[in-house]
């Protein structure tokens, strides 16, 4: 399975983009979540990755995602 | 690759990030990147060049010594959203101005995402500069590695 990492880049103008990599099912959403905190969110993109099932997780959580 | 955020404003809302972000990565006129920084759990008042003390307060204060020559306080006040807003005088708003602020805001955004990768699990595995000025940062889940 591919390593999960996150990507940040923080621009001079103090605006910000993440990109997170290799994540499979809720993981991805669950971090998304408490990173948007952090600021306003103008995009948000989700790669069919995104949608995935993990072999480790039961499928109904898929559903929080 | 799973998910992009993009953010157009980082919210400055932890005290003690703002602080040790205006402690360790700013630079001021009085004092380069020593300035003491103080903070209160309610508002302070700031004070002016000449020792007078003015109407506006701010829960995060730099005194004038370390802001510069002939300087005011500058303060950072807490809103009712919970972001900090700035109280710069315009004397001293010629050095500490947009870009002044604007950099302030990404060095608050590094420290804010490390610190909420971490407790999400995830360890910085590189931080560099790049040409534009802006800051890259890598992240790998602690299992991992």
Redesign the interface.
Known sequence: MQETTVKITIDKKGRAKVEMIGFHGVGCGELADKLKSIGRVTSETNKPEFYETDENTNSLDNFAG | ???????????ITDQQLLVTALEEDMTFRGAGRSAVVESFASPQHLFGFGGDQRPETAEVIVRRQFVGSAANDLGFKRQESGNFRPIISAYDSRFYNA?WL?????R???R??IQ??H??G?ML?NKSAIA??????????MG?I
């Open positions: 690759m799973s998910k992009y955020l993009q953010f157009d404003e980082l919210e870009a604007d950099e302030l805001s990404q608050y955004g590094e804010r995402f909420e990768m407790e999400s995830y595995s534009d000025g802006s800051t890259e940062m890598s992240f790998v889940a991992a």
